[in-house]
């Protein structure tokens, strides 16, 4: 079985948790309140930036000059691409100013940070797996049981259940499972513990923004 098989059973139970969060129903239902879709916006956008950062490190740290490409490319679709899709939200729903970051994003962007720069590519190429992979399901989720018309939301579900998106997240599938084949076993739980810990990173991402937690 191909380790991203593997892998994404392990947080099968955490993927099913995320598509019963009130904040992932309500965004898919349009009832999601506007503050709380803000909030997330506001720290996704930081989030991106630190992202994108990750991902050109994981580029420049790639030892297969296709790899390094394919990394770099994502890097921009997160500063450049996702990023437009905020900045029109931003417009629509008032947002001047993205504040501060806060606890849930903190978390997770220094937990990617920190993994880019301190473990082998391999376990940084997995922590980054989560943040395609769940969007592009919870994407396809919300696309295909669709029954609100005029959802605000509407450009959220239309950029991660597109078919755009889908090429990128096929090949970061098919980078990880290649490298987890060359890697030894060792590096290869790290690599699936690293997918785990971003899954649930992910999770809290959105439970944050629904609950508006912050420092104090
Ligand atoms: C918390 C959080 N996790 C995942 C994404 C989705 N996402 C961000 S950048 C990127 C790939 C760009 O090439 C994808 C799929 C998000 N927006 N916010």
């Known amino acids: 079985m191909k380790w991203t098989e593997q892998a994404w059973k392990k947080i099968e139970s955490n993927y099913s948790a995320i598509l019963d969060m009130p904040f992932v129903q309500e965004l898919a239902n349009g009832t999601l309140p506007k503050n709380k879709f803000q909030f997330y916006m506001a720290q996704d956008s930081i989030y991106l930036e630190h992202f994108g950062r990750a991902l050109a490190l994981i580029g420049a740290k790639s030892h297969d000059i296709g790899d390094a490409l394919a990394y770099l490319r994502f890097a921009e679709g997160a500063i450049v691409v996702e990023n437009a899709l905020h900045e029109s939200y931003f417009q629509d ?37 989560p943040c395609f992979w769940i969007y ?21 579900i239309d950029t991660y259940g597109g078919e755009e998106f889908s090429d990128s997240v096929q090949r970061a599938i098919m980078i990880c499972d290649l490298a987890a084949e060359r890697a030894t076993p060792v590096t290869r739980a790290r690599m699936t513990e690293a997918f785990i810990h971003a899954s649930h990173l992910e999770y809290h991402f959105w439970d944050a923004a629904y609950t508006g937690r912050t420092w104090s």
Not at 100 to 106: D, L, N
Request: proline letters at 5%; a positive charge; glycine letters at 6%.
């Open 93 to 129: 729903f008032g947002v001047t100013d993205k504040g501060k970051i806060q606890p849930a994003c903190h978390h997770y962007t220094h937990f990617l940070k920190s993994t880019a720069a301190m473990e082998p590519v391999e376990v940084a190429m997995a922590a980054t797996l």
């Open 136 to 156: 592009k399901k919870v994407g396809d989720h919300i696309y295909k049981g669709q029954q609100t018309f005029n959802n605000p939301y509407q450009r959220w």
